[in-house]
Nanobody
C-alpha cells in the first residue's frame, strides 16, 4: 500500500556530510509524523529525529546540532542532513512514516534502510 525508499547512503570520511532522502509512494492521503532511525551492528535501533506535518522537529541528543531533518510535503519526502559525521554514526539508517491511506486507515511504514559508513 505504501513504500518508503531511502537513498543517499554511502562511505564518507569523519567530519564529512551526507544527505539522506526517503520518498513515500502508494495509496497516500496524507503523512503525519516522519522519523529517522538507525541501527548499528549489534545494537538496538535508535531513534534520531522526527518532524511533524507542520514542520516541528525533535532530535535525539546524540545528533542534536549535527543532523537536520526536513520534509517536502508536496513530494512526500523526508530528508536527513548529516554534518560532522563520526565513525560512531556508522549504521543502517531507516525512515519511518505515519501514513493516512486513501482509505483513511493509518499505518506505520518503514523503509528498507540505507547504509552509512564513516571512516576515521
Amino acid at each position: 500500500q505504501v513504500q518508503l525508499v531511502e537513498s543517499g547512503g554511502g562511505l564518507v570520511q569523519a567530519g564529512g556530510t551526507r544527505r539522506l532522502s526517503c520518498a513515500a509512494s502508494g495509496s497516500i492521503f496524507s503523512i503525519n509524523a516522519m522519523r529517522w532511525y538507525r541501527q548499528a551492528p549489534g545494537k538496538q535501533r535508535e531513534w534520531l529525529a522526527a518532524i511533524t506535518s507542520g514542520g516541528s522537529t525533535n532530535y535525539a541528543d546524540s545528533v542534536k546540532g549535527r543532523f537536520t531533518i526536513s520534509r517536502d510535503n508536496a513530494k512526500n519526502t523526508v530528508y536527513l542532513q548529516m554534518n560532522g559525521l563520526r565513525p560512531e554514526d556508522t549504521a543502517v539508517y531507516y525512515c519511518n512514516a505515519e501514513v493516512k491511506l486513501v482509505s483513511r486507515a493509518i499505518i506505520d511504514s518503514w523503509g528498507q534502510g540505507t547504509q552509512v559508513s564513516v571512516s576515521s
